[in-house]
Each structure stands twice: as structure tokens, then as C-alpha cells.
């Protein structure tokens, strides 16, 4: 399973796909499969070809006001935001910070009274929901409105040990009318996957994505149709987040 779902795709990245093109056309000795392998690591390394991965990737969506989404009964900030860099001091630094500030955003905002961050692991520290719980307590979050969940490794962990979180906790109050509903904050190319792997998980789920990969403010010029390393991550990126939709989906 570890090989389907995180070995097996990086032969079908923009990268991989045109190293297996190539080698093929050498092989056979065709070389169109030689210009076609180069061509998708053109097209994919641009901009315009890249933006556009990575917006359907996002499912199109928009980024939204907390004030104006409706109330639920936990906000769900995923992990995926920090990094441990070398050294031996163990800090923990940020790689994105989106997702935190957007799950404090809307406990402000007062549209859940629980604040709850996943335990993603983070090598040499505590899990990243500690960690995050430690800053939402420094920022004001009063801690018992704050919940971590215990370590996980990937998003279908994430789901499992939220739903099971608050179903305990609606359990304990006798409320068992309807499935417990969330605001889920996490970055906009992953809300699909993440969205339907909390639904499993018997969540009723308002999606808040957060971290957009494509800024609204450009628009096109020539260079959108020159290759550079940035757009040929969104596109991996986008493609890597397409296979783990179709994993899901088969799989699970």
C-alpha cells in the first residue's frame, strides 16, 4: 500500500513520465516517444499550462471571508505547515502558515467553539498539533476550547481520528441526531481528497481552503510560455493530488 500510494506516482509526475518516455523512445528507437516526453516536461514546467493544473486541482474555488460561513461544531486546522530544520536545536519553523491562522480566523470569527489541530508527525518534536495548540493558546484560544488528536501519518488518519474525536464527544452529550459538522481548513489543492475522507469518516463538512498556489493578480505574458522550476512544482503538485483523489477512490 505505502508503494501505491506514495512510490507508484513519482513514475507519473511531469518528471517521471518524461524520463519513462524517453528511455522508451531509446529503447524502441522512436523518437517521437523522445519529443513527446520532452514536450509534457515543457508544457508542464510553464506557467499557463501550470496555473491551470493547479486552479482544477483547487476545484476553481475562491478565497472566503471568515465572517461569512456558517456556524458548525469544530473547526479542523490539518497538518502540514511545519518543518524541523538541521541543527540541534529541534525548532520547529513554518513551512505555510495559512492553515493555522485560517482555523483562528474563524474561532474569532465565532463560528465553532472548538478549535481542533491533527498530530501530524514532525521528526524530533512534538506532533504538530501540540505545537499549534501551544501557539493558539498564546494567541488568546482559551485551552479548553482547543483539541489535538494523537499522531498521524496521512490524511485518511487525519479523518478517522477527528470523526472519532467528536464522536465521543456528541456520545457524552446524548446528541446523536446529526453527524457532527466541521469547518475544515486546509490548503485549497488538497480540500477535495481531504474533503471526502472527512465525509467518510461520517463528518458533515464546510470546506475553508486556505494556502491558494495561483495569485489572482497576473495575467498573461510571454514568459507564462517559458519553463521554470516553480510552475513545474505546481504541476506536480496538481498531479500528485489527482492520483491521490484516484487512489482514494479505488482503494478505499
Given at each position: 500500500?505505502?508503494?501505491?500510494?506514495?512510490?507508484?506516482?513519482?513514475?507519473?509526475?511531469?518528471?517521471?513520465?518524461?524520463?519513462?518516455?524517453?528511455?522508451?523512445?531509446?529503447?524502441?528507437?522512436?523518437?517521437?516517444?523522445?519529443?513527446?516526453?520532452?514536450?509534457?516536461?515543457?508544457?508542464?514546467?510553464?506557467?499557463?499550462?501550470?496555473?491551470?493544473?493547479?486552479?482544477?486541482?483547487?476545484?476553481?474555488?475562491?478565497?472566503?471571508?471568515a465572517n461569512v460561513v456558517s456556524e458548525a461544531d469544530a473547526i479542523v486546522v490539518l497538518s502540514g505547515g511545519r518543518v524541523v530544520p538541521p541543527g540541534e536545536t529541534a525548532a520547529s519553523e513554518w513551512i505555510d502558515a495559512d492553515r493555522f491562522f485560517g482555523g483562528l480566523d474563524l474561532f474569532r470569527a465565532g463560528k465553532a467553539p472548538l478549535l481542533i489541530f491533527t498530530g501530524g508527525l514532525v521528526p524530533g518534536t512534538v506532533s504538530e498539533g501540540e505545537f499549534l495548540a501551544g501557539h493558539a493558546k498564546a494567541m488568546g484560544v482559551p485551552p479548553d476550547a482547543i483539541l489535538t488528536?494523537?499522531?498521524?501519518?496521512?490524511?485518511?488518519?487525519?479523518?478517522?481520528?477527528?470523526?472519532?474525536?467528536?464522536?465521543?464527544?456528541?456520545?457524552?452529550?446524548?446528541?446523536?441526531?446529526?453527524?457532527?459538522?466541521?469547518?475544515?481548513?486546509?490548503?485549497?489543492?488538497?480540500?477535495?481528497r481531504a474533503r471526502r475522507l472527512f465525509e467518510r469518516s461520517g463528518l458533515t463538512v464546510l470546506p475553508f481552503p486556505v494556502d491558494f498556489q495561483v495569485s489572482a493578480s497576473g495575467g498573461f505574458n510571454l514568459l507564462d510560455l517559458l519553463p521554470n522550476a516553480g510552475a513545474l512544482r505546481r504541476a506536480e503538485i496538481a498531479w500528485r493530488e489527482t492520483y491521490g483523489q484516484l487512489y482514494y477512490s479505488v482503494v478505499q
Open positions: 500500500m505505502i508503494f501505491l500510494r506514495q512510490l507508484l506516482p513519482l513514475f507519473f509526475l511531469p518528471v517521471g513520465v518524461c524520463i519513462l518516455l524517453v528511455l522508451a523512445g531509446l529503447r524502441l528507437n522512436r523518437q517521437r516517444l523522445i519529443w513527446l516526453g520532452l514536450a509534457v516536461l515543457w508544457v508542464s514546467s510553464t506557467p499557463l499550462a501550470s496555473d491551470l493544473m493547479m486552479r482544477a486541482a483547487e476545484g476553481w474555488t475562491e478565497r472566503i471571508e488528536t494523537g499522531l498521524v501519518t496521512n490524511t485518511a488518519e487525519e479523518a478517522r481520528a477527528v470523526g472519532s474525536l467528536l464522536g465521543e464527544r456528541k456520545a457524552a452529550a446524548a446528541n446523536q441526531e446529526s453527524s457532527p459538522r466541521v469547518l475544515l481548513v486546509t490548503s485549497a489543492f488538497h480540500m477535495p
